[in-house]
């Protein structure tokens, strides 16, 4: 499960890998989408740019275990003895965009089990075209137990992979395989179909997208939109789910501010209907007016107290408020407890997520980078591609090409 897949689309030389499994590949002048309407832009953000100038942390597609949200959530679904476990909402509605916000924690994934995560799917109305946005706690893909950005996405209704498979990498700072920051803070995902692509926000920017040639250009709006969390692992898994903590308790985790963007742009807050709840023993869901409550300790928890996940800590020693302490684990080198000032949080002293610091402000949120001299300005001219999965190199050569042709012509 955890080994690196061969992905057809890696079609520029890498230099040195940053954190979260990605390299540093030639970034390359793409035309990004206006800033929506309800982007919560975080302009004031500082991250670590992990290449030198000129590059982007380009992701490496990664095999992994995921559940199809095209499927029923009602129930509990196996495939190749992992039972998915689910928790979650849903609006069946036409759509050229959604966004959610979310919090940020490390639940507890046992060793009988694969991952812990929260994201959005946008997918057609009949559930097989997908793509997906969130954070997972997976051991097997990434490497460790921190929680990591993804994407994902199905074509007619067969997966892809995490992370790659035809991604296209735009931001410097924010990537798929990225560990994400612990905070009970809500983070804005947006997924958006903008110039023949399906484009991901992420925090404050633009990050990357899928282009609709993956699915033959079939797959330009939406007819259902879902938020939930996802374990994957035994029947009755003993992972938690969100923060492991059930919706009834103080500080469950959640998902906020649910929106869906019609065919003209408008958004509005989502009419949520529950897709869901596999597992009511272990996990719960409560449906609020503009989001959920979700999560829950998993199966034969010890008791209903603070987990290391809802108290925010990946590191050190914590009460759980139930007279007991709480071992949270240890810090990988070069990051220490601490590190950036947050007690019981592994980080860097820097408080970057490794590679180059950066101690600039994030101000261009959502616009391109006109004249920018250290952006790529063709997708051409590569080696090592071929043409296999959804048409290779030389589709996204092509879609490269055009997009830049259109910001000529908006330009002059």
């Not at 869901?285 to 010890?302: E, M, R, S």
Request: with cysteine; glycine share 14%; charged share 10%.
């Amino acid at each position: 499960m955890a080994g690196a897949l061969a992905v057809s689309w890696a079609c520029f030389p890498a230099s040195a890998e940053p954190t979260g499994g990605a390299v540093c590949r030639p970034r390359l002048a793409w035309v990004l989408p206006p800033a929506p309407s309800f982007a919560r832009a975080d302009l004031v953000r500082e991250l670590s740019r992990p290449c030198p100038d000129g590059q982007v942390p380009s992701p490496l597609g990664r095999p992994g275990l995921k559940g199809s949200p095209g499927k029923s959530l009602r129930d509990a679904s196996s495939t190749a003895g992992v039972t998915f476990h689910y928790a979650g909402v849903l609006e069946a509605v036409p759509a050229l965009g959604a966004s959610g916000q979310w919090a940020q924690f490390q639940p507890t994934v046992t060793a009988a089990d694969a991952h812990s995560l929260a994201e959005m799917a946008v997918e057609s109305a009949d559930g097989m075209q997908i793509v997906e946005v969130g954070w997972t706690v997976d051991p097997g893909l990434n490497g460790d137990a921190l929680p990591h950005l993804f994407v994902f996405h199905w074509v007619d209704g067969v997966a892809g992979c995490y992370n790659g498979c035809g991604w296209q990498q735009v931001s410097r700072t924010r990537y798929p395989g990225m560990i994400v920051a612990l905070t009970s803070e809500p983070q804005q995902a947006i997924y958006q179909f903008f110039n023949s692509a399906w484009w991901v926000w992420y925090q404050s920017e633009w990050i990357g997208f899928f282009p609709a040639s993956l699915w033959g250009g079939d797959f330009a709006s939406a007819g259902l939109i879902q938020w939930f969390g996802e374990v994957a692992g035994v029947a009755e898994p003993g992972s938690q789910m969100g923060d492991g903590l059930l919706p009834s308790q103080t500080g469950a985790a959640f998902m906020t501010n649910l929106q869906v963007e019609d065919a003209s742009g408008d958004s509005q807050t989502a009419s949520l209907s529950p897709s869901g709840l596999t597992d009511p023993a272990a996990y719960g869901l409560t449906v609020t007016d503009a989001g959920f409550l979700f999560g829950g300790p998993g199966y034969n928890p010890t008791a209903e107290c603070g987990t290391c996940a809802s108290l925010l800590a990946n590191c050190g020693l914590v009460d759980d408020g139930c007279g007991r302490s709480l071992s949270c684990g240890a810090c990988v080198e070069p990051e220490t407890c601490g590190g950036d000032g947050q007690m019981n949080v592994c980080a860097l002293p820097n408080g970057g997520m490794g590679g180059l610091p950066w101690t600039g402000g994030y101000a261009d949120a959502g616009t391109p980078d006109e004249g920018n001299p250290d952006a790529g300005s063709t997708a051409t001219g590569t080696s090592g591609c071929n043409s296999s999965g959804a048409g290779g190199s030389v589709l996204l050569a092509a879609l490269a090409v055009g997009l830049l042709a259109l910001r000529r012509r908006a330009s002059s």
